[in-house]
């Protein structure tokens, strides 16, 4: 049993935060990686990525949206309650370098995984450049945390409550005219990512995303996470999660993404129905 | 007499009717009674150079355990079997006995062999059942440690042979449930899980440590292991990395691997779906590439799924069909049909991505290749399409790099495999053994086991006197 330490409710209670025991893999973590979770023996593997790690306490840190009877069965756990099964830390780490000035470009949940990666890039010696964005100010997560782990700081909403009145790519447009930036980092919703990228692209400006196929064992083993790369097929689980977003066919993620939409559906529904 | 004895005809294994076992997980077959299996036994002649035996990778002493069964001493007869095989429970089920130790049976080459697979599951299934579960004895602690990396048979295996032999053994399994691809690949209608999850607890019984959730080579590496005082490492890590056949198309929602697909079904039990929480897809008309015992696996998963079509699409002909006899026969049983000498092309989608046909062309037989089989050449001009809306690719595995990958100092051989000396299971690191599927490529169970033994032998003797 993997112990849930602490727990928190973010984003109006549709995100959620657990820290969570599971030392050797705490102490292996970097920025980037992921791992899989199960709640209970019949439970789904479920890939989420490390938003920290907490190597002396033996925690690591999950962030996650709630969208379906998984991750709504994750939502019911309590401190002192805890997860089956945790693997990890898979994938490959995020290549951290020095190239100078990095924009770091996140969106709904995609902010708690790319907090560690920005943290790393400012610690790297860059000047990170960050814009986080979502629907409306209730729904932003990790302001503070953004804040200190890059030299500026944009927000927008979709909305206007808060911040820019607008998408996060205006942003990145705005500051790829005026600045001259090394290395893009985009990661949220494919959507956003494909748009960001669609940007960078006409500035040829290197891009990574971190991609979220379905998955099962994260390990190379199934085949279920396959992505096209530049024309290659890739297992994200063990070639990425993150790619150039350059290459990506994200039309064909975003349709894979729906393969059991219909089932899933049904069944997170049946679980709302059993747990209200 | 021994007249007599080759007359009686073999009896036949009870199985569930074919028209009811297609929708249904419970095993196929039933086993049999003490009286048909002693019935059987009676029909051994017991010869005194027994070729069953040569034809048996570990060499069971089969004519041995035949007659302790025939003067109904049924404890005996499984403790003689134990001395050489630790699983008979699963080769009684799964071994292909017809090319192995029931092929080479003398009475094979006049009539019927005896059937010693079905024996060997009941002596195992009889002990389980009725047996005392008393545990053998184990040699005084050495209280050295080895660690036994994947938990298929072959790791099982190394874990068994070591604890007796008075070393503590920690399996480590990247899965969350330990046993390989006896339970994520072999389903439930051939092989109970629950007789894997017995054959873990035997040997947690015996003292062995079982860790599942353990990536080697992500959440621990084998020199990590070393420094945590593991005088030996056994590498059983199967050859798990699914093969594609890399036509256009492929990545199409509605074609899976065998590997995805019967990990869903077996591992993660998604043939209940929604009572447990992951799915699986539910295909009308389901296509499975290739003819191996994986292939019949996931073929019949799909019709128990409820499928209303499944075929078996094949490049070559019946005759170089790899799966045991068996299951091709329980799944044409079943309705499963057989495209042979047919190859596919290119995938066909709708416009949301979903798989609806398949392009395939036909095939010939020409001139003998490397292994002896006729190698099919595609006929020109003879493309047809097919419709389908689930395709299940099994056309082979390869070496999974993982763990390889993060282990520079291991020597591979051109396919990726871990080079292991045959004799000894020694790789080129010293402390770390290797055998099964990794180090042959995908084979059989048995030779697995077979492996794992070789390779327990040797790391014993380094643990004991250094070589
Ligand atoms: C490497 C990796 C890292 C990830 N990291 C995070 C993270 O840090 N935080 C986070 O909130 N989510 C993350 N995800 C996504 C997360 O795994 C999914 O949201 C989760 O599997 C949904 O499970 P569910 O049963 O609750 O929803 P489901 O009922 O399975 O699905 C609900 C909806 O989400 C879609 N969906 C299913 N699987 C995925 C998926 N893998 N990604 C996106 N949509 C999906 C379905 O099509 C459906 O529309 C990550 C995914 C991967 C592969
Ligand atoms: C669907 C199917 C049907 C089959 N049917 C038959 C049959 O009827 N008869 C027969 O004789 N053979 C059959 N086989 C073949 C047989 O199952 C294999 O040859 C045998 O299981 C190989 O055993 P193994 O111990 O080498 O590896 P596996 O059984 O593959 O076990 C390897 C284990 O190692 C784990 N692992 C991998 N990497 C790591 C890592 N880095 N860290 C920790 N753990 C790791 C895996 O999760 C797995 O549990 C079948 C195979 C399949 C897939
Ligand atoms: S282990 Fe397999 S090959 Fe050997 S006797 Fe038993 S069934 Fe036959
Ligand atoms: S070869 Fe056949 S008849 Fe002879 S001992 Fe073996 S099983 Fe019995
Ligand atoms: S999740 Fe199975 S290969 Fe990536």
Known sequence: ?276 | MPNKKKKAARVPMPEQAPEIRKRNFEEVPTGYTVKMAQQEAARCLQCKKPACVDGCPVEVDIPGFINLLTEGDLTAAIRHIWSTNALPAVCGRVCPQEIQCEGKCILAKRGEAVAIGNLERFCADYERENGTGALPPTQARTGKKVAVVGSGPSGLTVAGDLIIKGHDVTIMEAFHKPGGVLVYGIPEFRLPKEIVAQEVNFLERLGVKVECNMVAGRTVSLDELFEQGYGAIYLGVGAGLPSFMNIPGENLIGILSANEYLTRANLMKAYKFPEVDTPIPMGKKVCVLGAGNVAMDAARTAMRLGAEQVRIVYRRSRDEMPARKAEIHHAEEEGIEMFLLTNPVRYIGDESGRLTAMECIKMELGEPDDSGRRRPVAIKGSEFEMETDLVIVAVGSGANPLLTKSTPDLALNKWGYIEADLETGKTSKKGVWAGGDIVTGAATVILAMGAGRVAANSIHKYLTWGW
């Open chain 1, 1 to 276: 049993m993997f112990n849930i330490v602490k727990r928190e409710e973010m984003a109006e209670g549709t995100v959620i935060l657990n820290e969570i025991q599971a030392p050797l893999i705490a102490a292996k973590a970097k920025p980037g990686q992921f791992v899989i979770l199960k709640a209970n023996e019949d439970g789904e593997r479920i890939p989420l990525t490390m938003a920290d790690t907490n190597p002396e306490k033996g925690t690591i840190t999950i962030i996650y949206m709630v969208v379906g009877k998984s991750t709504a069965l994750f939502k019911d756990l309590k401190v002192g309650q805890g997860y089956q099964d945790v693997i990890g830390p898979l994938g490959k780490p995020t290549h951290i370098e020095k190239t100078g000035k990095v924009l770091c470009v996140g969106g709904g949940t995609g902010v708690a995984v790319l907090h560690p990666i920005t943290r790393a890039m400012k610690e790297a010696g860059n000047h990170v450049i960050c814009v986080i964005g979502s629907r409306n100010k209730g729904l932003l997560i990790l302001e503070d945390k953004m804040k200190s782990a890059s030299h500026d700081l944009r927000i927008c909403t979709d909305d206007g409550s808060y911040g820019h009145h607008g998408f996060v790519t205006d942003i990145v447009k705005e500051v790829l005219e005026k600045q001259s930036i090394k290395q893009v980092v985009a990661i949220g919703p494919v959507p956003m990512m494909k748009a960001v990228c669609n940007i960078t692209k006409q500035f040829n400006i290197p891009t990574l995303v971190s991609l979220n196929p379905i998955m099962i064992d994260g390990t190379g083993m199934c085949g279920g996470c396959r992505v096209t790369v530049g024309n290659e097929t890739k297992f994200a689980c063990v070639d990425g999660p993150e790619f150039d977003g350059l290459q990506v066919n994200f039309d064909e993620l975003t349709l894979r993404l729906k393969a059991y939409c219909d089932e899933e559906k049904n069944c997170y529904e049946d679980y709302c129905r059993l747990t209200d």
